[in-house]
């Protein structure tokens, strides 16, 4: 059986609308205009599906993902970095949109675990203090 397609496979428009539904089991159709889910994952082709599958099979865990699909890791992560950009978002960008914090000095960090341990402020003040 073959997979929806989400272009016209004549003149490649993405204004594909589907008109018919039949249940295999129970052999009960269904008949109307009906357009393909329109989500990110709409944007992936049958590939990009497989490797998205795979990535969750493996937890993201990039190494794991080196074994399963017998690439390299620059490999997948150049794979990664497409998949992001097919389904509209930008790789790295909410990382760059925060501010860097200036890492503290060191007598600024003692004072810190000072006030800590004297109960002038709690351990999540201490922890937003401390940038973690």
Do not use: H, W
């Not at 000072?114 to 002038?120: N, T």
């Amino acid at each position: 059986m073959n997979n929806l397609t989400r272009r016209c496979p004549i003149c490649g428009s993405s204004e594909v609308i589907v008109t018919r539904f039949r249940c295999g089991a129970c052999d009960v159709s269904v008949q109307g205009g009906f357009v393909p889910e329109r989500g990110a994952f709409a944007a992936l082709n049958a590939e990009q599906m497989r490797f998205v599958e795979v990535f969750v099979k493996c937890e993201g865990r990039l190494n794991r993902m080196e074994a399963e699909l017998d690439m390299s890791y620059p490999t997948i992560r150049a794979r990664l970095t497409e998949i992001i950009r097919c389904m509209g978002y930008e790789p790295g960008r909410e990382e760059q949109e925060q501010p860097r914090r200036r890492a503290l000095s060191e007598s600024e960090r003692r004072r810190v675990l000072d006030d800590l341990e004297a109960g002038r402020i709690t351990p999540d003040q201490a922890m937003q203090q401390l940038g973690g």
